[in-house]
């Protein structure tokens, strides 16, 4: 059941984000990103168990930010993929700002959300720092990454899948370094990187179909 939800997820997410830039241009993608990064580290909250392996539920929203960025990027350049990076910052900031204040104030007697909230949204300094940091250095390399590769060897599937691959490594060992060393074993800390990894690399290379489709996309809507 959790297998086929994910394929799902898949499919809903990457047809999302060429949907939003189909009738948004690249404000469309701007917003996706911002959209996926708040909805995926809600989602991390969840574990779930997939072929056998323990993830986070958050992974499959946060690798469609980097189908986004790699189609800025094919679209309209290194520069504006750059862009995009701090979007995905703020919105991560802000969501934590402000859910912390919700939950300052009192609730009411007759409210039955409290707790839930607290539990979702109650500040882990590690992993807010970790996610920020691993999701921006990523994220600007992924952008220089492809801009290279696809300017040598004029191949999406390449530069795509090269460049997010990669990157989600770099991405998988800043955020489980930071978030998990210390608090548990190396090993542990190296089993947690590996599980992780194994799904971002299977969602990067599910995203490549969807990055050749948004490169046929003629007359897009820019806002």
Request: net charge positive.
């Amino acid at each position: 059941m959790n297998e086929f939800l994910w394929l799902i997820t898949l499919l809903v997410s990457f047809t999302s984000v060429i949907l939003c830039y189909k009738f948004l241009g690249k404000t469309g993608l701007f917003i996706w990103i911002a959209i996926a990064t708040i909805i995926s580290n809600i989602q991390t909250v969840k574990l779930v168990n997939l072929f056998g392996i323990e993830t986070s539920l958050g992974t499959i929203l946060y690798g469609s930010t980097f189908l986004a960025t790699d189609i800025l990027n094919l679209k309209y350049g290194e520069k504006t993929a750059k862009k995009s990076i701090p979007v995905g910052f703020i919105a991560m900031v802000l969501m934590t700002i402000l859910m912390t204040i919700a939950l300052v104030y009192n609730p009411s007697i007759n409210d039955f959300s409290q707790e839930s909230l607290k539990t979702i949204f109650t500040i882990n300094i590690r992993i807010t720092i970790a996610s920020l940091i691993a999701f921006s250095i990523s994220q600007f390399i992924d952008t220089i990454v492809f801009a290279r590769l696809h300017k040598k060897y004029k191949k999406l599937w390449l530069s795509n899948n090269a460049s997010t691959i990669f990157c989600q490594l770099i991405d998988t060992i800043i955020f489980c370094l930071i978030t998990y060393y210390g608090t548990v074993d190396f090993k542990t800390v190296i089993e947690i990187m590996l599980s992780m990894y194994i799904f971002k690399v299977a969602i990067a290379l599910l995203d490549t179909p969807f990055a050749y489709i948004s490169a046929k996309i003629k007359n897009v809507n820019e806002y």
